[in-house]
């Protein structure tokens, strides 16, 4: 009888949902995903009547191992990239120079746009959410707005238009290239551009959607009579004057201190290492029992937990002691580098190479009295050799992000004291941020073979309606269980891609644009790595205070803004090969 009733389809899946709950419970109270993901996956496989073991060592660390064989170095090139843009102070400076172009009336809106310059220059979510928290808290402090809508500011501007958008370097952006690829020859099936003009429109129109249901909800949240309220540790006010780029700025001084304290709810200063033990996909706490996710890169200031400000660690001073920041230029420099490499580089050279192949004139072999000298000859054969060399430059996303930290190394150097040792941090916190990830990988990959699992994967797929639909229907569920947009692309892309694209013929470039714009809605949930460090660690308030316009901007927006790029692809069906 238990048998039966432990073989059971209803109590499978009654296993399966109750281990995902699980896991978004102890992610939610502060335990590490390293942790959390293998534990769940045993006491799943363990009620299934599966080996625990045997999936553990076998398919978990396969899926495991896998994620980080394809994704480590754009973790951890992206991570150094933000490493050396945070000592430098090159981020601090563009956020700035956007508040100023902008304007302190328009508060709301800089923040906005201020992350959105940083992170579709490539610069990780963790960089931007403590570069900008200052400037923020300044420029909501002369509009006398409430500081709850912070983080429904910061995150706007960093995981909605920019992350999931065609061209973006961001890890959400580049996934699906990995798995989208020929059957036959292995090649990619697409690139950072696919579907540019229905990710443009969707882009502009969530942009536009979401910044006025903030400024609606500033102006209604002032109606009612809140207030901007100051809390200990805030950075200086907006009163300091006008610095030339070249003179020190004490604005740098104001965000380190910012990276070292962060203020509760309750009003009180402590350490920004303190109030994390935990946080899912691709976020951590340094210095907490149960770090995971990415160690935030524009936070070297924390060490361990304490309940005080710690100094920052001796290993990267950053830009203390330096005489001077990044001008403007300089400091968009490396941001330019990223984004050429990666969608101007690769068409800029293979045109090259064509036009150097098409001025090739025809070599006749012969003795001397052939017509083309052999100097002519030598040049043709080197302009072949040219146009091969330039023709084979790869569309790689790891070369551009890696073209992007050299150039900053280089552009920055007078700026940061330590390069080699932000680029080593980087590297680190890549690891760090990965392995969370790969945790969630694993975790989907350990259960794969169970009979639950294969019926919901079954129901989900096979959906009445348009495949693009089905695919974003399960990509989101799968990223709001696993609570990460990478992870849950991890998990969803081998699944679907030899369905909808060897078997029904599904567009790749369009697949590529729904699944990176799915992914980025239902991983906001509350517990959400990024979504609990942005709340609570970088702007210290709390999630009945501060969530639900960040659930607006960044899990119903880009829902909708999916929805609204399958009529797009399904309106002009010539953009799906775009």
Not at 246 to 252: I, V
Request: net charge positive; with cysteine.
């Amino acid at each position: 009888m238990l048998h039966a009733v432990v073989h059971s389809p209803a109590y499978e899946l009654a296993v399966l949902l109750a281990g995902f709950a699980l896991l978004t419970v102890l992610a939610l109270r502060g335990l590490s995903i390293f942790v959390a993901a293998p534990l769940c996956a045993v006491l799943i496989l363990a009620a299934s009547g599966r080996d625990p073991l045997a999936g553990m060592t076998g398919p978990f660390m396969a899926g495991f191992a896998d994620y980080l064989r394809r994704f480590y170095l754009i973790f951890a090139l992206g991570a150094a990239f933000g490493q050396l843009l945070d000592k430098s102070a090159a981020a601090a400076v563009i956020a700035r120079a956007v508040a100023a172009c902008v304007g302190s009336r328009w508060a709301c809106l800089a923040v906005v746009l201020a992350c959105a310059v940083l992170t579709y220059g490539g610069v990780s979510l963790f960089v931007v959410g403590f570069s900008v928290y200052p400037l923020a808290v300044r420029l909501f402090r002369a509009g006398d707005l409430p500081r709850r809508f912070i983080p429904a500011s910061i995150a706007f501007g960093s995981i909605t238009f920019t992350m999931t958008s065609a061209g973006s370097p961001e890890i959400q952006n580049l996934i699906p290239i990995q798995y989208l690829v020929s059957a036959h020859t292995g090649e990619p099936l697409t690139d950072a551009r696919a579907g540019w003009p229905v990710s443009l429109i969707v882009a502009v129109l969530m942009f536009a959607a979401g910044q006025s249901y903030l400024e609606w909800s500033l102006r209604r949240a002032r109606a009612k009579g809140e207030r901007f309220e100051p809390r200990p540790g805030d950075p200086e006010p907006l009163a300091e004057p006008a610095v030339p780029p070249s003179a020190p700025s004490a604005a740098s001084g104001s965000t380190a201190v910012t990276h070292q304290t962060v203020v509760g709810a309750d009003g009180t200063a402590t350490s920004a290492a303190v109030g994390t033990s935990a946080a899912v996909g691709t976020s951590a706490a340094v210095g907490t029992s149960a770090a995971v996710g990415i160690s935030p890169s524009a936070a070297p200031a924390m060490s361990a937990a304490t309940s005080a400000p710690v100094a920052p660690a001796p290993a990267v001073q950053g830009n203390k002691g330096l005489a001077a920041r990044p001008g403007l230029l300089r400091a968009l420099l490396p941001l330019a580098v990223t984004l050429a490499a990666l969608n101007v580089l690769p068409w800029a050279c293979r045109g090259l190479g064509n036009w150097l192949a098409g001025r090739e004139a025809p070599v006749r072999e012969g003795g001397a009295g052939s017509q083309v000298p052999a100097q002519a000859a030598h040049a043709a054969n080197l302009r072949m050799q040219a146009a091969a060399l330039l023709r084979s430059v790869p569309e790689d996303p790891t070369l551009a992000i890696f073209c992007g930290v050299l150039t900053a190394m280089l552009a920055l150097r007078r700026f940061c004291k330590r390069p080699w040792e932000c680029v080593g941090r980087g590297f680190v916190d890549g690891l760090i941020a990965i392995g969370a990830t790969c945790s969630v990988v694993g975790f989907g990959t350990a259960l794969v073979d169970l009979p639950a699992f294969q019926r919901v994967a079954h129901w989900v797929t096979h959906l009445p309606g348009d495949p693009l639909w089905t695919a974003a229907l399960s990509v989101a569920l799968i990223a709001g269980l696993a609570g990460s947009a990478s992870g849950g692309q991890g998990l969803a892309l081998p699944l679907i891609k030899p369905l909808y694209v060897d078997q029904l013929g599904v567009p790749p470039r369009a697949l590529h644009r729904i699944v990176s714009l799915a992914s980025g809605s239902l991983d906001t949930m509350p517990a959400n790595g990024y979504v609990v460090m942005l709340i609570r660690v970088i702007c210290g308030e709390v999630h009945s205070r501060a969530y639900w316009p960040l659930c607006v901007t960044c899990t119903l927006l880009p829902a909708a803004g999916t929805l609204l790029a399958i009529a797009l692809f399904k309106l002009v069906p010539a953009w799906s090969y775009w």
